[in-house]
C-alpha cells in the first residue's frame, strides 16, 4: 500500500513538472506560430527545446529526487533523459506532422495529444529508466 501511495505520489510530482514544462511548449509553440508565423514542425522544436529544460530540472529536482542508494550521478542522469526527452520530441513532432499535414487541420490541435498522450509514456521511460539509480562508475 505504501509503494502505491508513493508511486501515486511521484506521478502527481510529475505531472506538477509536466504541467509546468508543457505550459511553456504550449505557449511558445503558439506565440511562434500565430505571432511569427514560424512554421509548426520548427515551433515545435523550439518549444520543445525551451520546456526540455523546466522538464529536467524539475524532475531531478523534485519529481525523481529521491533514489534507493542516492546515487545517481548527473551526467548519466542527463544523457538518459536527453534520449527519453527526444523520444517525447519525435512523438510531439509526430502529432503536429499528423494534424497539420495529414488531416490538414489547424496545428494547435496536436496540443491535445501532447497533453494526453505524450506524458505517460514519459512518465514510465523517466521512472524506470532515465532517473533510476546508476551505480557509481557506470555511464547511461
Known sequence: MIRLWRLAL???????????????HV???TV??????????IS???AFC????????GHFHWTFSETKSGQRPARATFLRF?????LG????????????????LHPLYSVIGMIFLVPPVIFAI???????DVPEGHGA
Open 10 to 24: 511521484q506521478y502527481m510530482k510529475f505531472g506538477g513538472v509536466g504541467l509546468c514544462s508543457t505550459a511553456v
Open 82 to 86: 536527453a534520449v527519453t526527452a527526444l
Open 89 to 104: 520530441l519525435g512523438l510531439n513532432s509526430l502529432l503536429v506532422y499528423a494534424v497539420d499535414d495529414i488531416f490538414k
Open 32 to 41: 511562434l506560430i500565430e505571432f511569427f508565423a514560424v512554421a509548426p514542425l
Open 50 to 57: 525551451v520546456a526540455v529544460v523546466v522538464s529536467f530540472f
Open 126 to 132: 523517466s521512472k524506470y529508466w532515465a532517473f533510476r
Open 44 to 46: 515545435n522544436v523550439f
Open 27 to 29: 505557449g511558445v509553440f
